[in-house]
């Protein structure tokens, strides 16, 4: 059984009914562009083969979710968050205005889309309890509403500070081709995508709550306020000219100067990645994704030794064209871009999942 099904009988097992809704949503692998949407610039995700799904249907005046994982929430409502895995959900709903605001919730999850490994589980589980809440109402919605239902409920909500992009991937990335969004603007263009893909696990599930992130965010903000003296019209880290960075960069102590290079070239990069897929080019794209792994490796300090030798490993499998660390880093994944055709192979000889491979 597809998640879809998997839910919805997941829900009529658990509690003796059928849902209202069902609704599914991709996981996403963002190609590149990392740590840089919330700085205002440009990623490159696409979504992933695997997905959430989320069956919905009204409560007994409480919150009652159900996970094929067996982790199972019983909880007052009007929902609070509880720290868990229901508080994405929940976020959605507390949002959303529908019949649940009135007689509680009860919703089943079912997932391909494996947690903790950088592929967006998060956002996948909100643009499906979007989806499906939606389809409970009978009005309709667009991508664009549902990432931002989705990215409020995991910002105000579960109180992640994250960007839009896994929101806008998971709810927009269709198949056959990658999503460059500006996240400044949240405009949105597609762009072919035609290699394969494979993730390996690290083994090393991150937690963004709690980590190195949130001083990741601080630490540009607080670059960009020490920037702002030389260029008051300076409105994010990526407005800086490249030309004007290696003569700005003395003018912040470490680590602040190392965090801005990266935030300016990789948005760079990520711009002439979506050139090179463009124009068919696969080895400077290949390339920009090693340069990317390695900015955050040694400018942004997001890798772990783990992760950095399973790039090393990847980059010297045959048929491998690029490979970097995945996701916010400090655990989760490695995406490892392959030439058309490889994937299955490169899959094997790493240990890990060949994206593109159907089911």
Known sequence: MNPEERAASLFQESFGAAPAAVASAPGRVNLIGEH???????????ATRMRTAVAVGPGDGRL???????????????????????????GV?????????????????????????????????????ARA??????RSASGHDLADVAWRAETGFVGMPCGRMDQLASALAGPGSALLINCRTLETRDVPFALDLVVVDSGEAHTLRGSAYAERRREGEAALERLRAQLP???????????????????????????VKHVVNE?????????????????????????SHDSLRDLY??????????????RATSGVLGARLVGAGWGGSALVVARPGSGAAVASALGGIWLNAEG
């Open 133 to 138: 809440l939606v389809a409970w109402t009978g």
């Open 233 to 259: 019209a300076l409105e994010f880290l990526v407005d800086i000219p490249p030309a004007r960075l290696a003569a700005l960069l003395p003018l912040l102590e470490p680590p602040l100067d190392r965090r």
């Open 267 to 291: 948005n760079q990069r990520t711009l002439l990645a979506a050139r090179a897929l463009e124009a068919g080019d696969q080895a400077s794209f290949g390339t920009l994704v090693n340069q």
């Open 93 to 129: 709903a507390a949002l959303a205005g529908g019949p649940w605001r009135d007689v509680g919730l009860r919703l089943a999850v079912a997932s391909d889309v494996p947690m903790g490994s950088g592929l967006s589980s998060s956002a996948a589980l909100e643009v499906a309890t």
């Open 36 to 46: 840089v949407d919330y700085h205002g610039g440009h990623v490159l995700p696409v």
């Open 301 to 314: 300090e997001c890798s772990t030794p783990r992760l950095d030798a399973i790039v090393m490993a990847a």
């Open 64 to 90: 009652r979710a159900v996970s094929a994982t067996g982790s199972d929430v019983d909880a007052a409502w009007p929902p609070t968050p509880l720290g868990n895995w229901s508080d994405y959900p929940a």
